[in-house]
Nanobody, 128 residues
């Protein structure tokens, strides 16, 4: 059974930092892409970062998170992280960890929300 369990969310002041973690089980970690998505109230699910088994990383082409968010993974711990710096009120959302076989993801679609497996989500709130 595939499991993705997020932790590390919470309330932070604008300009602050949080590090989200996603502990995984039930699939061959190195053969999967791991990604973080977020969804704010009334908005669609947005991909913010992805990492594959070769530690290749992907971020949105927009400037929404570039330079502030960083994804990493620890294969031994089967964990993927999202370091979020300089958080702003517009970053407030429920953040989800997701996993999908790398060979099923077409180039350029690493941040499309078509992943097979999802965590339960974790809330990130940012006060101004």
């Amino acid at each position: 059974e595939v499991q993705l369990v997020e932790s590390g969310g919470g309330l932070v002041q604008a300009g602050g930092s949080l590090r989200l973690s996603c502990v995984t089980s039930g699939f061959p970690f190195a053969e999967y892409a791991l990604a973080w998505f977020r969804q704010a109230p009334g908005k669609g699910r947005e991909g913010v970062a992805c990492i594959d088994g070769m530690h290749q990383t992907y971020y949105p082409r927009s400037d929404s998170v570039r330079g502030r968010f960083s994804i990493s993974s620890d294969h031994a711990q089967r964990t993927v992280y999202l370091q979020m710096n300089d958080l702003q009120p517009e970053d407030a959302a429920v953040y989800y960890c997701a996993a999908n076989r790398i060979d099923e993801i077409m180039g350029g679609q690493e941040l499309d929300p078509d992943y097979d497996y999802w965590g339960q989500g974790i809330q990130v709130a940012v006060s101004s």
